[in-house]
């Protein structure tokens, strides 16, 4: 079934979905993994910190563009309660999306090695120290919330294939 281009998301947002689910998926594997994956791949944790900050980056991006574009209105056939839910899980994936990476750059600024991204160039820490209140809570809320957001994208994932394979109301085509 073909989608008209108004009832889909603009090609930069489309390209930006995808990256940043392919990435975000691989710095939650890589940060819920990394002690066995540090034996495995050297510095593991490092390109875990520079997918974070591209998430960070790639995330204001889109959230920009999501505030200066309209998105495709969603099908009349959900229920107002099912359009709610979709715009609040939405409104939580951008707050995660920059929430997540700020407190893991905030955490990794109390830290003494340098942080630098992919080892092109090092990118500047925030003024924390290890045991400041504001790196303990960053620590602490990353962690959580890095696992939220592992969970929320699950979820997701599972309502995007509930759309396609049982609904069969070709929503995802929206976004492909």
Known sequence: MTVPETARYSA?????HWLLAVLII???VIGLAHDPLGEIIPGVMGVHKSIGLTV???SLLRLILRLTNRPPALPATMSALQQRLTHAVH???YAL???VPLTGWIMSSAGTRPLNWFGLFDVPKFAVARGDFLADISGEGHEVLGIAFGLLALGHIGAALWHQLVLRDNLMARIR
């Open 12 to 16: 930069m947002a489309r390209a930006l």
């Open 56 to 58: 960070l980056a790639l």
């Open 26 to 28: 691989a710095a939650i």
């Open 97 to 99: 999306m920059i929430l």
């Open 91 to 93: 409104r939580v994936f």
